[in-house]
């Protein structure tokens, strides 16, 4: 179990980041490279990521380097999810190249690897095996990550959308207890259900949480207490579409006459998260019309509707996303 222990400054400086973290995303995939557990949720991705991974020639470093460095245990190195990826794949890259040489001797050292791996990340303090392994998470993130960005930022604006409604209507307090089954707050800690048993106090540094599309299950954080803490949590996964119908790709044809007036103004309101409630005030209509509309466009997996409380929020899918974009009016 992990604890991470607020004071009331904390819960001022409490945020939910507002894009994928490059990083954390490559790091937590490998983690679903070395597991079925959570394969149904990313099925596509585990169908042709190994595919790509070979067709690349990144299959190598992947087995030789990337999942020694990052195996599925209680710790993995805090250098490879720096805070700077937070702007980018290109800041955070950077970072890890400019990491003390002392610390990633530390880091790594906290690790088990054996034979052959041991001696390679062992290396890893050296400036040239520094920018090797930069090469292989940059050549690992273009060919596993990259390809699902729409998806990863759609189901982050609609986990944003989610914690949002939450904080208005009870506050970051109940921003910490919407965070799903594995987290729980009991005022003022939160419980976490995690592979060894700590605490983490924040003394007033608040914290960050980075919702992440690859994680399944445990949150994970750093494990050097002193840096910026950090918690990544697993979003809600359901199954959706992998492509665009052939209809909705930027047919030229106005979206309403597609799929009709109301439908594609449930669409674009939806954009923004929103209510059954909502819509219907919003567009004049009662709420079992809107229900009516909500339930077809959540079949056709243009919208994700899921419970929150009392009422139920409606979010677009990558598939929405990408809709409303190639159909603008």
Sequence with gaps: MLRIHFTDADLLKTRVAATPDPLWEVAISLHRLQTRRGRWAHAHWHRTVRT???????????????????????????????????????????????????????????????????????????????????????AYHDTAIAPQHDRIQARIDAERAARARAMLHSGIEGVLASLGPCLSWRSPVLHAVYPEDRDLHLNGRGLLLVPSYFNMGNPVALGDATLAPVLTYSLHHEPAPAALPADLRGS??????????????????????????????????????????????????????????????????????????????
């Design 252 to 329: 030229g044809t106005p979206l309403a006459r597609l799929l009709g007036q109301t439908r594609a103004t449930v669409l674009r309101l939806s954009a923004g998260g929103a209510t059954n409630g909502e819509l219907a005030r919003a567009i004049g209509i009662s709420a079992s019309s809107v229900s009516h509309h909500t339930t077809t466009l959540c079949e056709s997996g243009l919208i994700l509707s899921q419970r929150h409380g009392a009422s139920v929020l409606h979010t677009l899918t990558p598939l929405g996303a990408a809709t409303l974009r190639a159909n603008p009016e």
């Design 52 to 138: 790509r991974l070979c067709a690349t020639g990144t299959e190598r470093s992947l087995r030789g380097l990337l999942l020694p460095l990052v195996p599925r245990a209680a710790y993995f190195p805090d250098f490879l999810t720096p805070p700077e990826a937070g702007e980018g794949l290109a800041a955070g890259l950077e970072a890890v190249l400019a990491t003390p040489a002392q610390r990633v001797r530390h880091e790594v050292g906290r690790l088990a690897p054996t034979g052959t791996h041991l001696r390679r990340l062992a290396r890893l303090s050296e400036p040239e095996a520094r920018r090797d392994l930069v090469r292989a998470l940059r």
